[in-house]
């Protein structure tokens, strides 16, 4: 919707959202499907490291977009495409071709989650953009429109949209939330360098194929783990995390092997790369205890931060007329 203001001159608005990156405790994989996908059963656990979206109405027609100064990832030699290939881009798109007032946009995105780590950043931008658009131009569209568009844009966005715990069937888009809200402390050590998650998936097949295995069809997730989540029980989790991507992951970045064998004998309780890698998300008992071992593992050369979760998905943070 087109702001007028004083004397019919245009007033830019801007919606900030932000949205969660997530760490998957549990990823089974199934073997490749003819159509070029694979089924998986997957825990997402949506944690304390978060995306903004600054959505600012512009009086010109299209979507701009832009990486903000205050983000806290070291982007030097990083390619975020700023054009149509941008999720957030795509979700704007989407938006002002459902809405009826929808005007030009301008978006900004802080970036805080890494880049190619497994954790989601760009689907968290583009949730965080579908929610800020909905804002900006009155579209009035229920959190399960806008899921029903987030799963257009990539499988991981709705759950950055829902957030908390949730289990993620078919290819991870189909979503049951979870009643697990214990708080789990966990600890986040980035990489300096992405991992492609479509080369990561071709290394697990080609692994697979050289054994002669394929994998079994996941149809549900391990309810143990589900039942650790809810207790908040981090030793009880700790048995069951699995991640059938990691040795694929391993095998490409061999010092993710590394990365695990430091994080426990610094304390960890359990590690495991976060769904395509390469970020390593380390289980603690407490916020003391992550604390601590994100302080150690720092002094040590490594880039750690510690988390919690689970927390909510996008949500507002400021709407305001400029």
């Known amino acids: 919707m087109v702001v007028q203001g004083v004397r019919g001159r245009f007033a830019a608005r801007t919606v900030r959202v932000k949205a969660p990156g997530k760490v998957n405790v549990s990823l089974d994989v199934g073997p490749l499907r003819p159509d070029g996908y694979h089924s998986v059963a997957s825990v997402y656990l949506a944690v304390s490291l978060y995306e903004e979206v600054a959505a600012t109405s512009t009086p010109s027609d299209g979507i701009t977009v832009s990486i903000s100064p205050d983000s806290t990832l070291d982007l030097d030699g990083v390619d975020i495409p700023l054009d149509e290939r941008n999720l957030a881009y795509k979700a704007a798109a989407i938006m002002a071709d459902v809405s009826e007032h929808s005007t030009g946009v301008h978006l900004e995105i802080t970036k805080r989650v890494p880049v190619a780590g497994g954790m989601g950043g760009g689907s968290a931008d583009a949730a965080a953009t579908l929610l800020a658009c909905d804002a900006l131009w009155n579209s009035g569209l229920s959190r399960d429109e806008l899921a029903h568009l987030a799963a257009e844009l990539g499988a ?22 979870a009643l697990a809200k214990a708080q789990m402390d966990w600890v986040l050590v980035t990489a300096e360098f992405g991992l492609s998650t479509p080369e990561v998936f071709r290394t697990l097949d080609r692994l697979r194929d050289a054994e002669g295995v394929d994998g079994d069809e996941p149809t549900a997730v391990d309810p143990k783990i589900l039942q650790a989540l809810r207790s908040g029980d981090a030793d009880a989790l700790s048995r069951v995390l699995v991640n059938d991507l990691q040795r694929a992951s391993i095998e490409l970045a061999p010092g993710l092997r590394d990365t695990l064998g430091l994080g426990e004998s610094c304390g960890a309780i359990a590690g495991i790369v976060s769904g395509s890698g390469p970020t390593v998300a380390l289980l603690a008992h407490n916020p003391e205890a992550a604390e601590n071992l994100a302080g150690e593992l720092q002094h040590k050369g490594l880039n750690a931060l510690a988390v919690h979760g689970p927390v909510p998905g996008a949500r507002i943070i400021s709407d305001t007329l400029l």
């Open 156 to 177: 991981d966005v709705p759950f950055a949209l829902l957030g908390g715990t949730a289990v993620g069937l078919g290819v991870g888009d189909e979503l049951s939330p």
